[in-house]
Structure formats: C-alpha cells, structure tokens
C-alpha cells in the first residue's frame, strides 16, 4: 500500500517581492492541483502579523507522486521565478493525524 507523503514548507520571502512572489505561488498550485494526479492539495497561508513568512500544507498521493512534481514543468518554472524572492526555505516532512476537508 502506498503512503501519502505529506510536508510543509516554510518560506521566508523578500518583503521587496511579496506580491511578485503571491502571483507565482498561485499560478504554480492552480497548475500543479489541476495538471498532475498526485497533487491532491497545495495551500499557501501566511502569517497575519508578517506576510512574508509563508507555510505551505502539501499532500502527495505518495513519494512518487512528488518526486513526479518536482520534475514537473510548471514546478520548475515557479522555482526558477522564484529564486531570487525567497530568503530562506524549510521542508518539514509531517504525518497526517487527522485531515479533513469540505469541497465547498
């Protein structure tokens, strides 16, 4: 049985950039969930007191299904768009205890 492999990511981005940098990350998770099979969700949130420090929840269906993403063109073009924007990233490799959503 595949697991799902789930993250977090946390970034800190130049405040000269923000909005460059919104723009990105929208396009890049509309694409991403839309496009590929194994995404089965990408949530960008930032902090209410600082904007630029910014999580982002990520579901795969499983490794490969990540490993697929990172390769993924569109991925590629939000990492090259963004390289200069972000002052530091962290991945956090979380396990699932309780997940629930509503489609609307």
């Excluded at 910014?54 to 939000?78: C, G, N, Q, S, T």
Aim: proline share 5%.
């Amino acid at each position: 049985m595949q697991v799902q492999y789930v993250q977090i990511a946390e970034i800190e981005i130049d405040p000269a950039q923000l909005e460059a940098y919104k723009v990105a990350i929208r396009e890049h998770i509309e694409t991403a969930v839309l496009m590929e099979p194994g995404v089965l969700a990408l949530q960008a949130v930032s902090e209410t007191e600082d904007p630029t420090h910014i999580w982002v929840f990520e579901i795969y269906a499983d490794m490969d299904a990540y490993r697929a993403h990172l390769e993924a063109p569109h991925f590629k073009k939000y990492k090259t768009e963004t390289e200069n924007m972000v002052r530091s990233l962290k991945l956090v490799q979380v396990t699932p205890v309780a997940l629930g959503a509503k489609t609307k």
